[in-house]
């Protein structure tokens, strides 16, 4: 090799030793830059996001989006603020975080003691936990060996792996992708299976979707077998975007909008936060 050339690599390598590595750009940095808040949503998880009978998005996530936006243009003192929405699934949700694809997935997300790689979660905004939906005249008892009953979950979860855990003498019937919880809960009202186990929340606004009262199908035990809190998932070492969500989530007008959408669940909270 040319000396000269030998001599101007080493010289790089030398000069690149003292450049420290370029931080990456935080959100709240990046939203005032570009004029995007890029977000993400389910829509197999009532009341958090869902198709409705006509097709549409509906959901509290949808209008925790717009109060985000609105404090956000408020704080950034900025005219204006588009919100890009995609669609997130119960696979995806984390990556799409991970990937810097968007800022916040709102949705059912159980915070974890170790989120997956790049991610982290916001502070707790709703209280659930595992819960079974059965017909009323079931006498499935979920403090027993629940020997013979047929139980479904939704595969792949650590719901799952806990009730085969716990009842290993029942038979359980895995149930797959987006519309698992709607078949599942499908399945007990045609008396196929005993019972659908999930969170509580979930299972009885998807029963609200299938037009099933709770009066002819109660969530069993009373008292969630779990405490489950969710989160957003956003991006982790990233001190000023969570500080910023968590004064949204904690916000006067967070709590109006939880009243709105789970005001009639208080009674089912009440329990959880009692037991949790």
């Not at 004029?35 to 959901?59: H, S, T, W």
């Not at 900025?78 to 709102?106: M, P, Q, W, Y």
């Not at 399945?187 to 029963?207: C, N, Y």
């Amino acid at each position: 090799m040319n000396r000269n050339l030998v001599f101007l690599f080493a010289s790089s390598l030398y000069l690149l030793s003292f450049i420290s590595p370029v931080k990456a750009e935080d959100t709240l940095a990046k939203i005032q830059r570009t004029g995007v808040l890029n977000v993400a949503i389910r829509e197999d998880a009532p009341p958090f996001g869902y198709l409705d009978a006509r097709e549409n998005l509906q959901g509290y996530c949808l209008d925790f989006f717009a109060l985000l936006k609105s404090q956000l243009i408020t704080d950034l003192e900025r005219n204006t603020l588009s919100v890009k929405l995609l669609k997130s699934t119960a696979s995806n949700r984390f990556g799409l975080v991970a990937d810097n694809l968007i800022d916040l997935e709102c949705g059912p997300n159980t915070i974890r003691p170790t989120p997956p790689e790049n991610t982290n979660f916001s502070d707790s905004f709703f209280l659930t936990g595992t819960q079974f939906l059965v017909k009323q005249d079931n006498s499935l008892d979920p403090g027993g060996d629940l020997n013979g009953d047929i139980l479904g979950v939704i595969a792949n979860t650590t719901t799952a792996k806990v009730i085969a855990q716990r009842y290993p003498q029942a038979t359980l019937k895995q149930y797959q992708g987006v519309t698992a919880r709607i078949r599942g809960i499908q399945a007990v009202a045609q008396g196929k299976i005993d019972a659908m186990i999930s969170d509580g929340i979930l299972l009885r606004a998807e029963a609200q979707q299938q037009n099933l009262s709770s009066a002819e199908y109660p969530l069993v035990p009373d008292v969630p077998l779990t405490c489950d809190r969710y989160g957003m998932i956003i991006h982790s070492n990233d001190p000023q975007w969570q500080e910023f969500v968590n004064s949204v989530i904690d916000s006067p007008e967070a709590e109006a909008l939880s009243n709105q959408w789970f005001g009639s669940s208080f009674s089912y909270n009440q329990k959880a936060q009692d037991a949790c």
